[in-house]
């Protein structure tokens, strides 16, 4: 990897050292030259070059041996974390994909999908072997969605025609794809090492790095996306879709089949976790039997930190925003993750800092219902009211016998 920081002939101090080695880049490959847009430390040149500055501004020479190696260590963290977080932003606009799927069953329908654990490696699976097999990476990202949409019309079928829990028939379509993964690639892995894929192509043809053509075409096909959604969803079809999930009594009054709706709102939603699983399979160079174990905790705890996070902008802007709130929760699950990863946490533990979470992001709204509660009792009981404003509570029911005899 490459970092564009200082002009040529710049002079290099000891944070600039420091920098070199965070980064593992030796200065043999430095590239002296002014920041350019396509650098590779796009978007963080100027970040960079700001907290270089910062750095140099505090007082080294004056301070104490032990606060200058604390500074170094701080600096030393801070690089490899910034470096660290463009890599996270890519991955976390890919599953972004993934999360407004989830969306569509865990918020729009009202329903807890397991379906999407197998139903991602299936989109990562189909992909890279038709990948492998010589056909255009669009093409693999086609049948992968077509798919995904067919383990969502199994899922589907088992709830709403053989009356199986929803739950329940989420797992057993699960537990079906993990074998059927293994039959579409032939065995557990499939690797993607020397063929064409939508971010090698764009490397190719932009002379961009791996995360940054990952970000690039993750924020293409997530404006699609969230497009076409927020078009459909305002159809007649979207709208009775929306209702089914919010009243299905109503919906049923109303003359329209909620079965129907669940399973194509079902389909729609394996088929974009299927495109994001294809994506990401495209985007880190393999696929794998096992690469959807837990999507649906993932895609969870970025539905609700999306919420937490931008939730109150979404009371007063369309449900576009609302989608790409969902996707914006993605990419801080990710940047979150990569910071505790910096931080020295085994990558065995993710999983119980994923739930840990998740609890804590379902705990805000009842941790803030607390504290107004507990607000407005001090504030009733700072405020003093007249004697004559005071009742009991027998006078206050003796009052209105009175009225209902008069």
Known sequence: MRLCLYKKGGKRSSATKIALS????????????????????????????????????????????????????????????????????????LWGIMTVGVFMTFRILNIADMTCDGSFALGGSTCAILIVKGHSPLFALLISFFAGMIAGLATGFLHTKLKIHEILAGILSMIALYSINIRVMGKANTPLLGVTTLM?????????????????VGVIFCIIFVAALYWFLGTEIGASLRATGNNPRMVRALGVNTDTMKILGLMLSN????????????????????MGTGTIVVGLASIILGEVI??????????????????????????????????????????????????????????????????LRKRESEVKLPKEAVHTRQETVDARKEGANA
Do not use: C
């Open 22 to 93: 965070a980064a593992s880049v030796s200065e043999t490959d430095t590239l002296y030259a002014q920041p350019r847009i396509f650098s590779g430390g796009f978007p963080l040149v100027a970040l960079f070059v700001w907290f270089e500055k910062f750095i140099m501004r505090l007082p080294w020479q004056t301070s104490p041996p032990l606060i200058v190696q604390i500074r170094n260590i701080f600096y030393t963290i801070a690089m490899n974390v910034l470096l660290a977080m463009q890599g996270a932003v890519a991955q976390g606009v």
């Open 271 to 290: 088929g974009l976790i299927a495109t994001s699983g294809a994506l990401v399979a495209q985007s880190q160079g393999y696929a794998d039997v096992g």
């Open 200 to 216: 090698s192509k764009l490397q190719k043809a932009s002379g961009l790095s791996s995360n940054q053509a990952s970000l690039v």
């Open 310 to 375: 931008f939730g109150y902008f979404g009371k007063f802007l369309p449900f576009w925003f609302t989608l790409i709130s969902v996707i914006l929760g993605s990419v801080v699950y990710r940047i979150i993750i990569a910071i505790v990863l910096q931080l020295g946490l085994k990558s065995t533990d993710l999983k119980l800092l994923t739930a840990v979470i998740v609890a804590l992001a379902l705990s805000i709204p009842v941790i803030k219902k607390g504290f107004s509660h507990t607000f």
